[in-house]
């Protein structure tokens, strides 16, 4: 799974690194200074929900009801 921004075709993969650079010249490397923090996330009644916290204390249960 990946991040794609629209407006300049940058990808970010799971763990918030770049994985695709279209700017860049074939063959080049990613600069790691283009990563970007990494949170838990979940979508819950069509919003997603980022656990921007310590993930080991992220957990669904801590969510509002769904929604019927």
């Known amino acids: 799974t990946e ?10 993969g799971k763990d918030g690194k770049c994985v695709k650079l279209p700017v860049l010249e074939p063959g080049c490397a990613i600069p790691i200074t283009t990563s970007v923090p990494s949170y838990p996330a979940l979508e819950h009644d069509g919003l997603i929900w980022i656990w921007p916290g310590d993930s080991s204390l992220a957990k669904e249960s801590l969510l509002p009801p769904k929604i019927s």
Request: proline share 0%; charged share 0%.
């Open 3 to 12: 991040v794609l921004l629209q407006i300049h075709g940058w990808s970010f």
